[in-house]
């Protein structure tokens, strides 16, 4: 069973920067990030391809963050930038056996424990 561990979560004003890093256990495919506020639905945020060659995002984040993965230290990051204080949410690593960036949360089957991001205004 693969363990997902995600770091770099904190706190940070409107107009900062912060960025995630997930670090699975064993091998992985496509590799998403998604997030959930208080209240709301988990929902996707971002992700990525097993060779790094395509990814996907969520309008609310496109500009702004930016998923990458070094597999040869089998880490995935998610860089945010221009952050929002509707960006607030605790922010989850999946991971899916899809092949391509899925969007879909029913297609990743491993999560992680979360890391909360919050924005002030």
């Known amino acids: 069973q693969v363990q997902l561990v995600e770091s770099g979560g904190g706190l940070v004003q409107a107009g900062g920067s912060l960025r995630l890093s997930c670090a699975p256990s064993?091998?992985?495919?496509?590799m998403g990030w998604f997030r959930q506020a208080p209240g709301k639905e988990r929902e996707f945020v971002a992700a990525i391809g097993w060779t790094g060659g395509s990814a996907s995002y969520a309008d609310s984040v496109k500009g702004r963050f930016t998923i990458s993965r070094d597999n040869a230290k089998n880490t995935v990051y998610l860089q945010m930038n221009s952050l929002k204080p509707e960006d607030t949410a605790v922010y989850y690593c999946?991971?899916?056996?899809?092949?391509?960036?899925?969007?879909?949360?029913?297609?990743?089957?491993?999560w992680g424990q979360g890391t909360q991001v919050t924005v002030s205004s």
């Open positions: 064993g091998r992985t495919f496509t």
């Open positions: 999946a991971a899916s056996r899809n092949p391509w960036p899925t969007m879909m949360r029913d297609d990743y089957d491993r």
